[in-house]
């Protein structure tokens, strides 16, 4: 049989070619028989390792010496960043005192580690990897019939505007029959089968009667109860009538009536957990927020409120007076600013101490523990602070606007040092309007800095660089009779973010890329203003024209 042609069933000796290989140099990785290891050893005996057959390629290839030739590297010098050596190197003057490491040793270590990142690699990394891909492949699968389906929606929404109302009145009328007819069928079918559960409950009442008075043994001795059968009582249907809201039109709001397209939003979602720690538990929303307390604060107008710790919380209104009020509704203290000047804002330093803006001095002072005031910032030449936030670093972000009314920004702060300052976006254009001094701010626990931007009638969110990240303008609602006009601002322990409607009295949540995930507009709010969020993600929330402050809780 050929070996160069024909498949081989055992292993040839390379040299002879013929006989079977029971040998094998494991310095030259050649196959070798019995009488053909003297001519294979026979030039350069020390260099040639021979092993069994099966033993092969079980010799390690230590790198060869430079200097001592043709000596092989066994170790590596620890203080000659781990170059490698021979024996006489490690003897040499230029190695005296030296620490050695065997590099049989690094190199059995060097494996394990590769055996495991190979294990890692194939079995955790690669597929996520693969999951992330099948993910964005889908999401480019559905671009064209997403988008289609979007342009679909606004043709319908034209060709809608262009009928006359009575064809718009007729439609609506026959629709409401329509969802009558479903009304009658829903709770037909529930009569009927309550009906049915009535008829077998006599039919059994019959038979229970009979068995009664009959004297027969067997039918007594055969029954059967059901009563834990009947027992499992049906649910009660309870279907609530549809309602008609009518829209109000005008000529200024027939843009946003018609509808509104919502910007393209791109972001990166950071991983919660690496990949060999399980995901964090994520405290989801209620299905209906509950009011859990309304506390009444005494201010005539109350604008601020901001969570100090466990028990407590501070506000703030229209006057010089600060108050402190225990969680359960009780004042704890009331401070009154040594100026007599209206706190523009509240916020809690790291250390626990009450921070405000002044609203004339055009400063920020700290009251710690309850004394006097101590000034902690100036404003700067032409410019006016407005709102603040203590970051989870320690710094303070201030929102300020210019005298010119045209210009706004937020700058970073660490003590008296001004870090940066955020007004402009990549293409140089303002980030924040400029002729409203109401402008709250937070930072996200992922480091974002959100903007309630009231006259610009959104969120706007930069990340901790300062990097545009998105906008927020509101959430379509047939509801909606006011433009979205944020005014405070808070984020939750899972990132969301939370800003009060004044107008349209509700508050909008938010997840940290800015994607609408429901309102509260269920607490009976009245003009919310001020807000923030306990150590538990429960919502305060100011009523700014009656003084109240309420608490809700949202999540689980």
Not at 73 to 96: G, L, M
Request: with cysteine; aromatic share 8%; proline share 3%.
């Amino acid at each position: 049989m050929d070996p160069c042609t024909s498949a081989q069933d055992v292993h040839r000796c390379d040299l002879c070619e013929t006989a079977i290989a029971q040998s094998y140099c494991d310095f030259c990785h050649v196959n070798l028989c019995k009488p053909c290891i003297g001519e294979h050893i026979s030039d350069e005996y020390e260099t040639h390792k021979i092993v069994r057959f099966q033993d092969r390629k079980s010799t390690l290839l230590y790198p060869k010496c430079i200097t001592h030739t043709p000596k092989n590297c066994e170790h590596q010098c620890k203080n000659c960043d781990n170059i490698f050596v021979c024996s006489s190197c490690t003897a040499s003057e230029q190695h005296r005192g030296h620490i050695f490491v065997e590099v049989l040793e690094v190199y059995k270590s060097k494996k394990e580690v590769i055996e495991k990142d190979t294990e890692n690699l194939q079995n955790l990394i690669t597929p996520k990897y693969d999951e992330i891909a099948l993910d964005l492949e889908k999401q480019l699968a559905s671009l064209e019939g997403g988008y289609e389906k979007l342009t679909s929606a606004m043709s319908k929404q034209g060709e809608q505007w262009h009928r006359e109302i009575d064809i718009v009145i007729n439609k609506m009328k026959t629709k409401i029959g329509e969802i009558k007819e479903k009304h009658r069928d829903i709770l037909q079918k529930h009569l009927e089968e309550i009906n049915q559960i009535q008829s077998l409950i006599n039919k059994t009442l019959l038979a229970m009667s009979e068995i009664k008075e009959s004297r027969e043994v067997t039918p007594t001795i055969e029954y059967s109860s059901k009563i834990s059968e009947f027992s499992k009582l049906p649910s009660q249907i309870k279907v609530t009538l549809p309602t008609f809201i009518p829209n109000l039109i005008d000529r200024e709001q027939l843009e946003s009536l018609y509808g509104q397209i919502t910007p393209l939003s791109s972001a990166t979602e950071e991983s919660l957990s690496s990949i060999n720690e399980p995901n964090t538990s994520v405290n989801e929303l209620l299905d209906e927020p509950e009011l859990v307390a309304t506390i009444k604060t005494g201010h005539t107008n109350i604008y601020n409120v901001t969570w100090l710790n466990e028990n407590k919380f501070w506000t703030s209104g229209l006057r010089k007076e600060i108050k402190c009020f225990n969680i359960d509704g009780s004042l704890h203290q009331t401070k009154t600013t040594t100026s007599g000047e209206q706190p523009r804002d509240l916020v809690i330093d790291s250390n626990g101490n009450l921070l405000y803006t002044g609203s004339t001095s055009n400063t920020v002072k700290k009251i710690k523990n309850g004394q006097a005031d101590e000034l902690i910032l100036f404003g700067l030449p032409r410019w006016v602070l407005v709102h603040l936030c203590v970051t989870s670093t320690g710094d303070l972000l201030v929102t300020m606007y210019n005298d010119d009314e045209i210009q706004s920004k937020v700058v970073r702060y660490s003590g008296f040092t001004e870090k940066q300052t955020i007004q402009f976006d990549d293409e140089s254009k303002p980030l924040y309007s400029g002729s409203d001094d109401l402008k709250y701010i937070t930072e996200n626990r992922n480091h974002d800095i959100c903007v309630a931007d009231c006259d610009a009638t959104a969120v706007v969110v930069v990340d901790q660089d300062g990097k545009f990240r998105w906008r927020y303008t509101g959430y379509p609602s047939v509801v909606t009779k006011h433009p979205f006009k944020p005014a405070g601002i808070a984020t939750d322990s899972q990132s969301r973010i939370l800003t009060s409607d004044h107008f349209n009295l509700r508050i909008h949540i938010l997840n940290k890329k800015g994607q609408f995930l429901r309102y509260i507009d269920n607490c009976d709010l009245k003009n919310p203003w001020g807000v923030c969020v306990d150590n538990n993600d429960n919502l305060l929330v100011c009523e700014c024209y009656n003084g109240n402050v309420k608490k809700i809780k949202y999540s689980k």
